[in-house]
């Protein structure tokens, strides 16, 4: 089994908030880490536009795979990839996929039902589950599902509809439970401690703070596309500063030293 899923595991166990700041590729992640993560994550989002395509299933499960395997070379921390939907319906494709992931170093992976049905996604599950007991490999699935971003079910009775998805996946293997976009407490506090799975939110407005989300039973807090779109608004603020007057503008003064950047990927201590 992976030491490093192993690992991985463990860290959704407590006592403290697994705490995830999305990469979006190799350099982000070594970055990540380097700061401290116990574990580094990518985001779907910034690891698509990264590599010129837009979120939502567009890019090439060919393209996720390579990026992946690039990422996790460098990394000496637990590395879970978001997957998307596995980028196929075809259960046995996905798995396949994944298990093209764990060949790499994977630890985990984040998959998700989007608009499909549940079952769809307890099959991927299930299959992901059953080629990583043929090739004696560990992976940790965290299942995401998006009644609360896609508004699958009307308020008040999306809890009902979580947990009711939650067992579902439960049953077919799932390790994790991920719902972006839950933000009351009363909520996460019921899907916490119905769910049956450690629960994973993710940094959205109105969400409560850290140490609010761990009173109230999470397990896993990810902060999803959000740096990398921060860090698109601030390249294009200063490419556009360029463009018109040949100065990047105050933003570069927040710049990290070349000799900074090199050191991370030298195995040197950064300032």
Not at 64 to 83: E, K, S, Y
Not at 135 to 148: A, H, K, L, S
Not at 224 to 252: H, K, T, V, Y
Request: with cysteine; hydrophobic share 45%.
């Amino acid at each position: 089994m992976s030491h490093a899923a192993t690992a991985f595991r463990q860290l959704h166990q407590g006592p403290q908030l697994l705490r995830l700041a999305n990469a979006w590729d190799a350099g982000s992640a070594r970055l990540i880490e380097s700061l401290g993560a116990s574990a580094v994550a990518t985001t779907s989002a910034g690891l698509a536009w990264s590599l010129g395509y837009a979120d939502g299933h567009n890019m090439p499960a060919s393209a996720a795979i390579a990026a992946t395997q690039n990422i996790v070379r460098g990394l000496r921390v637990p590395l879970t990839v978001d997957m998307e939907n596995g980028y196929s319906d075809n259960p046995a494709a996905v798995a396949a996929y994944i298990m093209l992931l764990t060949d790499s170093g994977v630890a985990g992976i984040n998959i998700e039902d989007g608009g499909d049905a549940p079952d769809l996604l307890a099959r991927k599950v299930e299959a992901i589950k059953k080629a990583a007991v043929t090739d004696g490999v560990d992976i940790f699935v965290n299942v995401r599902t998006d009644v609360y971003l896609r508004g699958l079910a009307p308020e008040g009775k999306r809890v009902q509809e979580v947990l009711a998805r939650a067992q579902t996946y439960r049953s077919a293997g799932a390790d994790g439970l991920f719902v972006p976009g839950i933000c009351l407490p009363d909520e996460i506090r019921q899907v916490a401690a119905g769910a049956g799975l450690p629960l994973n939110v993710m940094d959205w407005p109105g969400v409560p703070a850290a140490d609010e989300l761990a009173a109230l039973g999470v397990r896993r807090f990810s902060a999803g596309s959000g740096i990398a779109q921060a860090l698109w608004g601030a390249a294009r603020e200063m490419a556009q500063s360029f463009l018109d007057s040949g100065n990047s503008g105050p933003l570069a003064q927040k710049a990290m030293s070349y000799a900074d950047i090199q050191n991370l990927f030298l195995g040197r201590p950064t300032k």
